[in-house]
């Protein structure tokens, strides 16, 4: 599966985004999804992730309740709205589909990875 990342950009803190990941191929609905992220010398780290089918979710502790993951089967896409950014939420996010089908926390079982959109959020 390919995957095509969108929607990042330059907010204030407290602003709002929504990031949209486009995936190639009939398979799409099959696999597991996550959003990760990469600040300028920090690792990678897990953001949220998404069952095959929706019904589960995962998400790092430093977003929960202001991130939500979802996904569309039907349209091929994954989401994560981003409400109440702050500083500490800028990095590079990447959309990430692992062959597991579970919320997959672990960068390990992800296979394919798209390009990253950037978020910058200034205080």
């Known amino acids: 599966v390919q995957l095509q990342a969108s929607g990042g950009g330059s907010v204030q803190a407290g602003e709002s985004l929504r990031l949209s990941c486009a995936g190639s191929g009939r398979t799409f609905s099959r696999y597991g999804m996550g959003w990760f992220r990469q600040a300028p010398g920090k690792e990678r780290e897990l953001v949220a992730a998404?069952?095959?089918?929706?019904?589960?979710?995962n998400y790092t502790d430093s977003v929960k309740g202001r991130f939500t993951i979802s996904r569309d089967n039907v349209k091929n896409t994954m989401y994560l709205q981003m409400n109440s950014l702050k500083p500490e939420d800028t990095a590079r996010y990447y959309c990430?589909?692992?062959?597991?089908?579970?919320?997959?926390?672990?960068?390990?079982?992800?296979?394919?990875w798209g390009q990253g959109t950037q978020v910058t959020v200034s205080s």
């Open positions: 998404i069952s095959s089918n929706g019904r589960a979710t």
């Open positions: 990430a589909a692992s062959g597991l089908g579970v919320a997959v926390t672990t960068s390990h079982y992800y296979a394919y």
